[in-house]
């Protein structure tokens, strides 16, 4: 009687190590939390400052149902300014989260039985809203000697009939693995070899510290079989305001909008108006972030290896580093609860983020470089 009322899809499922931090973190009253991916710094001033103007003047209604038409031209420019790419308004809609327009476009696009290879270790999240979508995800192992990026020669193991469409994710949570323009040239041909649909997972572009991020849109005969995921989320410390957007064929866009509309209508106005804001003077407000986001995964990875038995890639890009335990002889998970009882830090096990990531864990470098410092130090002192 307890499930009487619970869809199939939704009995059985377990809540991944993602969604059990909160009772994790309850176990002591001195952890350092270096599990999720929600940065400690406050959204730039500015950006909270023109919300609440453009709040005050009436910016507090639905907007259009592809949103704000102003954040919609600025989306544009900035793609033109930044990656000299012509995308139209009609290409373009606004979502309540790169989340939301991740779930929107798989929701959209997929039939029941499609299958979407995902890179694995991915963001969880991703195998989850497919399954949800009644599709499978098919997992294509990446490795650490390849500095997790994808391999568009072993995916072609995994294609098969059903093969629909192919999610990236440059820079990578978890691994922070970053394609450059020769792995992206490999990764089209790949898609456009087995008439797939690319689905690029953005939200991390201004965080590739070694190589230019190159967005899959920008090579030729992509723009027309790419959906983009973008948000203002971690590139502006913006997680709160729940605020992304899509951009793909303008058929594809509609139908997608569409799907939109019965979930969640328009984004919240404010929130894009704090978007319109931040796009616009990104030159000003980025930098710092980017600096202390860049100074606080170089500093932890350097007392990472000078940890015994343990050891990290140089930070390649996001706020994650993807940590090899092996040496330990602990599996992730018992890592992670050991680090947790023996040094008060909570991290991720790898293979919270899929069957490749074991033997790894993920440390979200999102608190000050001091609270970082304490936490290897912690970490090194509990002699695993």
Request: net charge negative; hydrophobic share 40%; proline share 6%.
């Amino acid at each position: 009687m307890t499930d009487k009322f619970i869809a199939d899809l939704h009995k059985g499922h377990e809540l991944n190590m993602l969604a059990k931090t909160e009772e994790m973190l309850a176990a002591y009253d001195d952890v350092i939390d270096l599990s999720v991916g929600d940065p400690d710094m406050t959204t730039p001033a500015p950006i909270i400052e023109a919300a609440y103007r453009d709040s005050l003047a009436g910016h507090t209604h639905y907007t259009a149902f592809r949103g704000d038409p102003a954040l919609r031209a600025q989306i544009v420019a900035y793609y033109k300014e930044e990656y000299d790419v012509d995308i139209a308004d009609e290409e373009v809609f606004v979502v309540t989260s790169a989340n939301m327009g991740m779930f929107v476009a798989l929701f959209t696009c997929l039939n029941p039985g499609d299958e979407v290879l995902i890179p694995d270790p991915c963001f969880p999240v991703y195998m989850d809203q497919i399954r949800f979508c009644r599709a499978r995800a098919v997992p294509v192992p990446t490795y650490e000697e390849e500095r997790f990026r994808f391999n568009p020669a072993r995916a072609r193991e995994f294609v098969t009939e059903k093969t629909k469409a192919l999610i990236i994710n440059t820079p990578c949570n978890p691994t922070g693995a970053c394609m450059n323009l020769s792995d992206m040239r490999e990764i089209a041909d790949f898609a456009k070899e087995f008439d797939l649909l690319v689905i690029a997972d953005d939200i991390y572009t201004s965080m590739s510290y070694q190589e230019p991020f190159v967005p899959i849109i920008s090579l030729p005969g992509m723009k027309e079989r790419t959906i983009t995921i973008n948000s203002t989320s971690k590139n502006f410390v913006m997680t709160g305001y729940r605020l992304g957007w899509n951009i793909a064929p303008a058929y594809l866009a509609d139908a997608m909008r569409k799907t939109n509309d019965l979930m969640v209508f328009t984004a919240p106005a404010p929130s894009q108006r704090a978007a319109l804001y931040a796009l616009a003077h990104r030159h000003e407000l980025m930098p710092a972030v980017m600096d202390e986001f860049r100074e606080r995964v170089c500093k932890t990875a350097e007392r990472i290896n000078a940890i015994p038995r343990l050891s990290v890639l140089p930070p390649m890009g996001t706020f994650y580093l993807f940590v090899n335990i092996k040496e330990t002889g602990l599996s992730s998970e018992e890592f992670v609860y050991q680090v947790l009882e023996k040094a008060h830090v909570l991290l991720m096990p790898g293979t919270a983020f899929g069957a490749a990531g074991e033997g790894y864990v993920r440390i979200a470098c999102t608190r000050s470089v001091e609270e970082l410092t304490k936490a290897t130090e912690r970490i090194q002192s509990a002699g695993l």
